[in-house]
């Protein structure tokens, strides 16, 4: 585990060499498929230092890796404007360096440690390469939402570092505290990371006001860090769990009803991309605090296949909005007389999106859907309104934007690029064609 570590750190030089932007890229491709060829086991293996490597944690770091180099990929703009696209790509690897410390180490404070430092690189993206004035704004939204539960969850490392005398992640499943506040400490954090309905409001903002590649990492990965810390936690505290469960699948199951029709008055393609990220997540909150097999499988699924089709559907946005300079739906439309090729990626990314199969968002929701059910036959009625009404918004918004009169006020334009096709391939082949591996994500509880 530590080789990718020295391969990272010897990258950051190349950030300051001339045409190396590609180059970068490239390596990230190597270093994806040299992390595939790793030996897994049903426990920590690859175990080097204070890392080491599970199913759940494999699985999230491949995709960090596969998002940081579609990032770089997406943002061709900005090597071809020449704003600042070194410490672009100095930023990037950053980033990727935390969410890959994050994932591998098996100490709970050193988690901690990336988790909270992952959200710089997050914020210097938004604050330094955003589009409008009030990225500022969103930048101090996202900072203060995350830090506010920040300081609970050292103080609940501490206090379970005092009683366990270790942090080791894997010694946890021999000990069950049954404290409420403890409780209350270690989770309420991922919850805000996830978001959960109540504490989502930074995330519309931030991913409005990103660039493209900060939307993309935001959707992809960031989100995924509350539901890993959730599944690491949960194991500590299972009899409290069982008492308090209910209120967190309540809330979740009613915010994300709440939110799919929220998503449907959205008028900005980036926002209703956004609020449909909180829909998913909040299923995959309520699947893991039925603290049951199904759930947890389905719930590590969704979030690995929310990731990829999230990420996409950002990208798409984006190849819109270089064409029209808005994010309107007004003005996004009729989209299908300039671009009828991108019309079918959008087709093909809604349709995901909305867990069509063969994607892995179909497993994931069966997987969330059969654990809710089997916890409480009531929540069957939240779960068909989410079902119906992700799929209304999906299809309104591939409707809203491909159909209709388009705007008259556009005056240059140009087809997709191949490079802008590829992204939405690279996007789409790992999403459907992983469903023929899912056997890997339902032996690692």
């Known amino acids: 585990?530590?080789?990718?570590?020295?391969?990272?750190?010897?990258?950051?030089?190349?950030?300051?060499?001339?045409?190396?932007?590609?180059?970068?890229?490239?390596?990230?491709?190597?270093?994806?498929?040299m992390f595939m060829n790793l030996n897994l086991s049903l426990y920590f293996s690859?175990?080097?230092?204070?890392?080491?490597?599970?199913?759940?944690?494999?699985?999230?770091?491949?995709?960090s890796i596969w998002i940081c180099l579609l990032m770089i990929m997406a943002s061709e703009n900005l090597l071809k404007m020449k704003f600042y696209d070194n410490f672009?790509?100095?930023?990037?690897?950053?980033?990727?360096?935390?969410?890959y410390m994050t994932f591998s180490v098996m100490n709970l404070f050193m988690f901690y440690l990336f988790f909270e430092g992952s959200l710089i690189p997050t914020l210097m993206l938004i604050v330094g390469w955003g589009y409008q004035p009030e990225r500022i704004q969103a930048g101090i939204y996202l900072l203060f939402y995350t830090l506010f539960a920040s300081l609970p969850l050292l103080l609940g490392i501490f206090y379970i570092f005092n009683e366990m005398n270790c942090l080791m992640m894997y010694f946890m499943k021999f000990y069950d505290f049954n404290m409420f506040m403890l409780y209350i400490s270690m989770i309420l954090a991922f919850l805000i990371k996830m978001p959960m309905y109540f504490v989502h409001l930074w995330l519309p903002k931030a991913h409005v006001e990103a660039p493209v590649s900060g939307s993309m990492i935001l959707a992809g990965v960031m989100l995924k860090l509350g539901g890993y810390g959730l599944l690491r936690i949960m194991v500590l505290f299972q009899m409290m769990n069982l008492k308090m469960n209910f209120i967190w699948i309540v809330m979740s199951l009613i915010g994300g009803f709440y939110i799919s029709l929220k998503c449907l008055c959205q008028l900005d393609i980036k926002s209703l991309i956004a609020y449909s990220s909180v829909a998913h997540m909040s299923l995959v909150i309520g699947g893991i605090m039925t603290m049951n097999y199904w759930g947890f499988m389905g719930s590590y699924v969704l979030m690995i296949g929310h990731?990829?089709?999230?990420?996409?559907?950002?990208?798409?946005?984006?190849?819109?909005?270089?064409?029209?300079?808005?994010?309107?739906?007004f003005i996004n439309k009729g989209m299908m007389s300039f671009m009828p090729s991108m019309s079918l990626w959008w087709f093909l990314l809604l349709s995901s999106n909305m867990a069509a199969p063969p994607s892995l968002n179909l497993m994931?929701?069966?997987?969330?859907i059969n654990s809710l059910i089997g916890w409480s036959y009531l929540s069957?009625?939240?779960?068909?309104?989410?079902?119906?009404?992700?799929?209304?918004?999906s299809l309104f918004l591939y409707s809203f934007t491909q159909h209709g009169k388009y705007n008259m006020g556009i005056y240059s334009f140009y087809m997709?690029?191949?490079?802008?096709?590829?992204?939405?391939?690279?996007?789409?082949?790992?999403l459907n064609l992983l469903i023929l591996k899912?056997?890997?994500s339902m032996i690692w509880f």
């Not at 672009?88 to 990727?96: E, G, I, K, P, R």
């Not at 994931?364 to 969330?368: D, K």
């Open 1 to 33: 585990m530590f080789k990718f570590i020295i391969m990272m750190i010897c990258m950051i030089p190349l950030c300051f060499l001339k045409n190396m932007f590609w180059m970068i890229q490239m390596m990230l491709f190597l270093m994806m498929f």
């Open 46 to 63: 690859n175990l080097s230092y204070m890392f080491g490597c599970d199913i759940i944690s494999f699985g999230l770091i491949l995709l």
């Open 88 to 99: 672009f790509l100095l930023n990037v690897l950053l980033m990727m360096f935390m969410l």
């Open 307 to 329: 990731g990829l089709c999230s990420s996409g559907m950002f990208c798409l946005a984006n190849i819109n909005y270089e064409r029209l300079n808005s994010r309107s739906l």
């Open 364 to 368: 994931g929701e069966i997987s969330l």
């Open 380 to 393: 069957m009625i939240l779960l068909m309104l989410i079902s119906f009404f992700s799929a209304s918004y």
């Open 416 to 430: 997709g690029l191949s490079r802008e096709y590829l992204i939405l391939l690279l996007h789409w082949l790992p």
């Open 438 to 440: 899912i056997d890997y």
